[in-house]
């Protein structure tokens, strides 16, 4: 379960990360460069999810709890917007979901 905790962060960071250097650049006129690095982070995003054991339906629906905590987590931490209450909760409601998709028993 740890380990697949950890490629569902790793895929959420590649993806919101490859994300935002895009936006950089094209929203805020940075380098071209940074789409270009987010790009391929974008692209590692893609591989990453692959290393999880289960199927891609599965794994695709619970990372999309893990998206919704860690992009509230991003907006904290990057763009300095502090979550409220609603947000937190949401979010807790959201990785619940994540944790009876992927490692509920199943017979």
Request: glycine share 14%.
């Amino acid at each position: 379960m740890a380990q697949s905790m950890l490629f569902f962060v790793l895929a959420g960071l590649c993806e919101i990360g490859g994300g935002y250097l895009v936006w950089l650049a094209l929203r805020e006129g940075k380098s071209p460069w940074l789409a270009l690095l987010g790009v391929i982070i974008l692209g590692i995003y893609g591989v990453v999810p692959t290393l999880q054991p289960a199927h891609f339906g599965r794994v695709y629906a619970a990372y999309g709890g893990v998206f919704i905590v860690l992009s509230i987590a991003w907006g904290w931490f990057v763009d300095q917007v502090k979550p409220d209450r609603f947000d937190l909760l949401g979010g807790w409601i959201a990785l619940l979901g994540v944790c009876i998709m992927m490692y509920a028993p199943r017979s």
